[in-house]
């Protein structure tokens, strides 16, 4: 288990601390150091996740929604939602409103209601294309974690 993943059994809850651009993996353009689907975080289904996000890169705006994967992702969204209500921050493809680089916060709560495979996706234009990924699966058995 990553220390960045707590699950709470009993309450049935997921916290995961994520940090887009914690190393200077892909020019920054990472969630906790991983980028282009290089990991995949797991939560049990029904349980209440909450996402404590943070943007450590210096300089860039950054953006976190869960959606379906994508074989290829575009240069930039229109008209995405996220796969569960909620799973989503503010503003998540505008270059100058979304969560601010230099510790900018923002934290989401959403309720992970259907088993299957998912993305951890940064919205902000290009980011995506070059890798600003990672997997998020919603487990119906009980499983919980980080995959590599």
Do not use: K
């Not at 887009?20 to 020019?27: I, R």
């Not at 890169?57 to 930039?76: G, K």
């Amino acid at each position: 288990m990553a220390d960045w993943i707590v699950v709470d059994e009993g309450a049935q809850t997921v916290t995961i601390d994520l940090i887009a651009g914690e190393t200077d993996a892909n020019n920054r353009w990472n969630f906790n150091g991983y980028a282009n689907g290089e990991a995949t975080v797991v939560v049990p289904v029904g349980f209440t996740v909450t996402v404590n996000f943070e943007n450590r890169d210096p300089a860039n705006y950054h953006s976190v929604i869960v959606m379906e994967p994508m074989d290829t992702y575009p240069p930039t969204f229109t008209d995405v939602e996220p796969t569960f209500a909620g799973a989503v921050t503010s503003n998540p493809m505008s270059m100058t409103d979304a969560t601010a680089p230099g510790g900018g916060t923002e934290t989401i709560t959403f309720t992970a209601s259907t088993a299957g495979e998912y993305a951890l996706v940064c919205l902000i234009p290009a980011h995506a294309i070059t890798g600003m990924w990672i997997g998020f699966a919603v487990s119906d058995s009980g499983d919980s974690g980080l995959r590599m």
